[in-house]
């Protein structure tokens, strides 16, 4: 590998236009801005807000789309629209589907994750177009064409939050509606959302009695065909009008670097990827169980912090150690939920009505939660 001309700038490649690309590109400004040179590839020209996707459906206004140049741009970043294709780990040098070659001095992976419907009978869930999938389904449950909907979740590798507000919302949309919902939830967690600990599932576990939603945990379910269920262990059968599922979460196709099970990238406590020289890896294309925006973030400061470090910045790097803030979409007044996980498990916890964490965004994070929220209030005083 080459060493960084120490009287130069650290030549930063950072690919992906997600939450973890952009969370990167402010952490490497504000920790060595006067010490890096940076250039952000993503395959397109916008940032979309997905975690408010789930209301869409419901006649909400859109998830917000922000364009990615000038966030680029404001990190003190370059942005090139293309897509990674292969690393070259020894050379040090990124590929793109263009067949630009870029040379880099540390890389952050921030590629997100690929899904992938898991079931045939069944509609997916996919936040790029979930008003498009389910807006027809919510239509029929106002109208009384569907009186019986499950809601399903992979045995495998699926963040689980959209589902129980997808639920909620339902279930929510059905009684102001007045009409007769059987909601089932199919799970196999042991408990309500039970990553966010004992606290905070026992909390959702009510709001879900409350909302009539029968709950069936420890389970993984197969669909044979439309409208059954077949649940495991026990060999159960159920019958309902609709059904709605989570997808499968499959690495990014990046070659060039050693992958874990599914494609997923393997990475240290610092974030960066063994054996691979001087790249990292933040956000849902890393081999942690837990896939959530606020997260991805953490993951992100963390590896901004060690190149950071290699741009000869005072910072001292620190592991990644995940605390999750989430907020949980009811149909009603949200619920804001607070875990610190280890070992894959939350282990302490809690959940209030009122956020304990600033800007109360859906993407709890350091640098890119405050700066869209002064873009958002600046577009706002435009509009006024």
């Given amino acids: 590998m080459s060493a960084p001309d120490p009287a130069a700038k650290l030549r930063v490649v950072i690919a992906g236009g997600g939450v973890a690309a952009l969370e990167g590109a402010l952490a490497l400004q504000a920790l060595a801005g006067e010490r890096t040179t940076t250039t952000v590839i993503a395959p397109n020209g916008e940032f979309f807000y997905r975690p408010l996707a789930v209301r869409e459906?419901?006649?909400?206004?859109?998830?917000?789309?922000?364009?990615l140049a000038p966030i680029v741009r404001d990190a003190g970043a370059e942005l090139v629209v293309d897509a990674l294709e292969w690393i070259d780990p020894v050379g040090q040098v990124a590929h793109t589907a263009s067949g630009a070659a870029l040379e880099y001095d540390a890389l952050l992976l921030a590629l997100g994750a690929t899904i992938r419907p898991r079931y045939?009978?069944?509609?997916?869930?996919?936040?790029?177009?979930?008003?498009?999938?389910?807006?027809?389904?919510?239509?029929?449950?106002e109208e009384g064409y569907t009186h019986s909907l499950a809601f399903v979740s992979p045995g495998r590798m699926a963040w689980q939050?959209?589902?129980?507000?997808?639920?909620?919302?339902?279930?929510?949309?059905?009684?102001?509606?007045?009409m007769d919902l059987e909601t089932t939830?199919?799970?196999?967690?042991?408990?309500?959302?039970?990553?966010?600990?004992?606290?905070?599932?026992?909390?959702?576990?009510?709001?879900?009695?409350?909302?009539?939603?029968?709950?069936?945990?420890?389970?993984?379910?197969?669909i044979p065909r439309s409208g059954e269920i077949v649940i495991n262990p026990g060999d159960r059968h159920l019958k309902v009008d609709r059904i709605v599922a989570l997808p499968e979460l499959y690495g990014p196709p990046v070659r060039g670097i050693p992958l874990a099970e599914h494609g997923f990238i393997r990475v240290t406590p610092y974030q960066q990827v063994p054996d691979a020289g001087p790249v990292y890896a933040a956000g849902d294309a890393v081999d942690f169980a837990i896939k959530h925006g606020g997260l991805a973030s953490q993951q992100a400061d963390v590896a901004a912090q060690s190149i950071a470090a290699m741009a000869?910045?005072?910072?001292?790097?620190?592991?990644?150690?995940?605390?999750?803030?989430?907020?949980?979409?009811?149909?009603?007044?949200?619920?804001?939920?607070?875990?610190?996980?280890?070992?894959?498990?939350g282990f302490s916890s809690e959940v209030t009505d009122t956020p304990t964490w600033s800007p109360a965004s859906k993407i709890a994070s350091k640098y890119l939660a405050p700066y869209l929220d002064r873009l958002d209030h600046d577009a706002a005083g435009a509009s006024s």
């Fill in 57 to 67: 459906p419901f006649a909400y206004p859109p998830a917000r789309r922000y364009e």
């Fill in 120 to 141: 045939e009978h069944a509609l997916t869930i996919d936040d790029r177009r979930l008003d498009e999938t389910l807006h027809g389904l919510v239509q029929d449950v």
């Fill in 161 to 178: 939050l959209p589902m129980y507000e997808l639920a909620l919302m339902m279930a929510t949309r059905a009684y102001d509606m007045n």
């Fill in 185 to 222: 939830l199919i799970t196999p967690e042991d408990a309500p959302l039970a990553i966010f600990g004992a606290a905070a599932s026992a909390a959702v576990a009510e709001l879900l009695e409350r909302a009539r939603i029968k709950t069936i945990t420890s389970a993984y379910a197969e």
């Fill in 312 to 345: 000869g910045a005072p910072v001292t790097p620190e592991p990644f150690n995940p605390v999750i803030h989430g907020i949980l979409l009811t149909g009603g007044a949200p619920r804001y939920l607070t875990a610190k996980i280890t070992g894959g498990q």
